[in-house]
């Protein structure tokens, strides 16, 4: 019995129910706005190349888990969110962490879907699969600071800091990037060999 319907239908009813949950009453209703960009450009993306190439359902469940992690994020400002203070409580850190964890997760979930991706592609195997999966997330880090940096000006200057979440870190964005670079750097030597049906990752 084919499950991936089923589990594709679930994916989207959690984050769903995730999203009307940020929905209301954000900690801040702008930040909210522009930090949803990201979700409704990569949502966006995931559904329309569903047809021409359609991941594992593995490589949908590290998708929804990232997306959810970024909504959470979204609802309180990342300065600010509760699982973050708590970390730096608990840890003693001299910030919120919480956009770090995220930052971390980026390179950690989509490392894989996106060797996944070079994989059924370009057709890439061995270590040059694993390379250049770790530049795209490299690359893909960049550019996201890149483009979080244009829309703060562009958008909504205003709102700064709340939106970057820099903390007063002049080097905010260099260790953004990095700790993306160690979350690839991770799941790229933890993975195991998966098999080549839709359920698991390649």
């Not at 239908?9 to 129910?17: D, I, R």
């Not at 593995?58 to 973050?84: K, Q, S, V």
């Not at 930052?103 to 061995?126: D, I, Q, T, Y």
């Not at 790229?188 to 080549?196: M, Y």
Request: aromatic content about 12%; charged content about 15%; hydrophobic content about 50%.
């Amino acid at each position: 019995m084919n499950t991936a319907p089923r589990q594709l239908a679930l994916m989207s009813g959690l984050l769903a129910l995730v999203w009307l949950w940020a929905a209301i009453e954000p900690l801040s209703r702008s930040d909210w706005l522009l930090e949803n960009l990201l979700v409704f450009f990569f949502a966006g993306l995931l559904l329309a190349t569903h047809r021409r190439f359609a991941f594992s359902l593995g490589a949908y469940w590290l998708f929804t888990l990232f997306i959810a992690m970024h909504l959470y994020g979204a609802h309180y400002t990342y300065a600010e969110t509760p699982l973050g203070d708590w970390l730096r409580d608990s840890l003693g850190l001299g910030r919120n962490p919480y956009d770090r964890v995220v930052h971390g997760a980026f390179g950690l979930l989509l490392a894989c879907p996106l060797r996944e991706l070079l994989a059924r592609r370009a057709g890439l195997r061995g270590l040059w699969l694993d390379g250049l999966a770790l530049c795209l997330v490299m690359a893909m880090s960049s550019l996201y600071e890149q483009l979080e940096m244009l829309a703060t000006l562009i958008v909504s200057p205003e709102l700064g800091t709340a939106f970057l979440g820099t903390q007063g870190d002049e080097w905010d964005a260099q260790k953004d990037a990095g700790l993306a670079t160690l979350g690839a750097l991770a799941a790229l030597g933890l993975r195991r060999p998966f098999g080549r049906s839709r359920g698991t990752i390649a």
